[in-house]
């Protein structure tokens, strides 16, 4: 059987009218078993962020593995998000590629473009798993570095850019916070329609879900991976919040 690729995974919720990524923050297999259980028909994706887990040291990693198998076995069509920030030489990203990827089984990873394309090439070369490309982060010290000018203009721009010219296999995306909507459509005008945004930073971090979802989404209303963690995951009622913000995200696409 063909294992499906992080696009078309991606691609299908789409299609089904679901942009809720809940973030896993939570290095406990059961306490995530019971949040996925509840929101698996909400949501396009799953996001474990992978400081969580590391603090947490065995226990942690074991627990990362147990609820990313158990998505794959129980809910096969939703990708899971692998949210490591990796960023290293070459040859040391063959071992995070190795790790997030084959043992793991994660769909995409999140990483840094620092240290530039040939750096990040073993994420790039692996074809049907997603890379996703910090372009303008959520964190209100953003602009120390990403709002310095470059030839002109930006340096989150210039990094949207030259991000594209790494998407020859088709498997990139880029994350822009919700946090800074109006350079969320800025980076939707430069990627096209065709390069999915992981946008973090509703809920705890306080980004508006109707500016987030009309500055990020593509020409066919589509495009765009709403990730909402803490808000979601410590709620008394994680469905009924991610019921919510899924509402809000199509009331959002209506207008």
């Given at each position: 059987?063909?294992?499906?690729?992080?696009?078309?995974k991606?691609?299908?919720?789409?299609?089904?009218?679901k942009?809720?990524?809940?973030?896993?923050?939570?290095?406990?297999?059961?306490?995530?078993?019971?949040?996925?259980?509840q929101?698996?028909?909400?949501?396009c994706?799953?996001?474990?962020n992978?400081?969580?887990?590391?603090?947490a040291?065995l226990?942690?990693?074991?627990?990362?593995?147990?609820?990313?198998?158990?998505?794959q076995?129980?809910?096969?069509?939703?990708p899971v998000?692998?949210?490591?920030?990796?960023?290293?030489?070459?040859?040391?990203?063959?071992?995070?590629?190795?790790?997030?990827?084959?043992?793991?089984?994660?769909?995409?990873?999140?990483?840094h473009?620092?240290?530039?394309?040939?750096?990040?090439q073993?994420?790039?070369?692996?074809?049907?798993?997603?890379?996703?490309?910090?372009v303008?982060t959520?964190?209100?010290?953003?602009?120390?570095?990403?709002?310095?000018?470059?030839?002109?203009?930006p340096?989150?721009?210039?990094v949207a850019?030259?991000?594209?010219?790494w998407?020859?296999?088709?498997?990139?995306?880029?994350?822009?916070?919700?946090?800074?909507?109006?350079?969320?459509?800025?980076?939707?005008?430069?990627?096209g329609?065709?390069?999915?945004?992981?946008i973090?930073?509703?809920?705890?971090?306080?980004?508006?879900?109707?500016?987030?979802?009309?500055a990020?989404?593509n020409n066919?209303?589509?495009?765009?991976?709403?990730s909402?963690?803490?808000?979601?995951?410590?709620?008394?009622?994680?469905?009924?919040?991610?019921?919510?913000?899924?509402?809000?995200?199509v009331?959002?696409?209506?207008?």
């Open positions: 059987m063909t294992k499906l690729t992080f696009l078309t991606i691609s299908q919720k789409w299609a089904e009218g942009f809720v990524c809940v973030g896993l923050d939570q290095a406990d297999f059961k306490f995530n078993k019971l949040i996925v259980d929101t698996f028909d909400l949501v994706a799953y996001k474990p992978s400081a969580f887990y590391e603090a040291g226990i942690g990693r074991k627990s990362l593995e147990q609820i990313i198998k158990y998505i076995k129980n809910y096969p069509q939703i998000i692998l949210d490591a920030k990796r960023a290293d030489i070459g040859n040391t990203n063959e071992g995070y590629a190795k790790e997030a990827f084959d043992n793991l089984g994660a769909d995409a990873i999140t990483v473009p620092y240290l530039g394309k040939e750096a990040i073993p994420f790039l070369e692996r074809k049907g798993k997603g890379v996703l490309v910090l303008r959520s964190n209100p010290g953003a602009q120390e570095f990403q709002d310095l000018l470059v030839c002109g203009k340096l989150y721009q210039v850019e030259h991000v594209m010219t998407n020859t296999n088709g498997n990139v995306g880029v994350v822009v916070g919700a946090t800074y909507p109006e350079e969320l459509k800025i980076v939707r005008g430069i990627i329609d065709d390069v999915p945004i992981l973090p930073g509703v809920g705890a971090q306080g980004g508006n879900v109707e500016k987030t979802v009309l990020g989404v066919r209303g589509q495009g765009i991976i709403v909402s963690s803490r808000a979601i995951i410590f709620a008394p009622n994680p469905r009924k919040t991610t019921l919510k913000l899924h509402q809000e995200i009331d959002s696409l209506k207008r």
